[in-house]
């Protein structure tokens, strides 16, 4: 079982900055992917940036320049820092994370709670 918790959202005003943080726990061997994805009311889940263990980073167009994801792989946690804020960023921020667990003898996926941003105009 491997868990994430995410921290950091909340409610901003339109081109102010929010900081996501993600922590994963649990019988972690190593760890792959990591990203944030997000849900907005009657939309479906997207992704918004995601980085490999060796730093390689993709970004969804509507955030390329904004945001920046980042990562600590010896303490197995994702950031995502956010800034120039739209009030159509305003959404349900799920972190995630695919590598392996058990001592490397299965893969495994795993989402966070979700944490919401709210951005007002």
């Known amino acids: 079982q491997v868990q994430l918790v995410e921290s950091g959202g909340g409610l901003v005003q339109a081109g102010g900055s929010l900081r996501l943080s993600c922590a994963a726990s649990?019988?972690?061997?190593?760890?792959?992917?990591m990203g944030w994805y997000r849900q907005a009311p009657g939309q479906q889940r997207e992704l918004v940036a995601s980085?490999?263990?060796?730093?390689?980073?993709n970004y969804a167009d509507s955030v390329k320049g904004r945001f920046t994801i980042s990562r600590d792989n010896a303490k197995n946690t994702v950031a995502l820092q956010m800034n120039s804020l739209k009030p159509e960023d305003t959404a349900v921020y799920y972190c995630?994370?695919?590598?392996?667990?058990?001592?490397?003898?299965?893969?495994?996926?795993?989402w966070g709670q979700g944490t919401q941003v709210t951005v007002s105009s």
């Open positions: 649990g019988s972690i061997y190593s760890i792959n992917a």
């Open positions: 980085i490999s263990r060796g730093g390689t980073t």
């Open positions: 995630n994370a695919d590598g392996w667990t058990d001592w490397g003898t299965r893969t495994f996926t795993s």
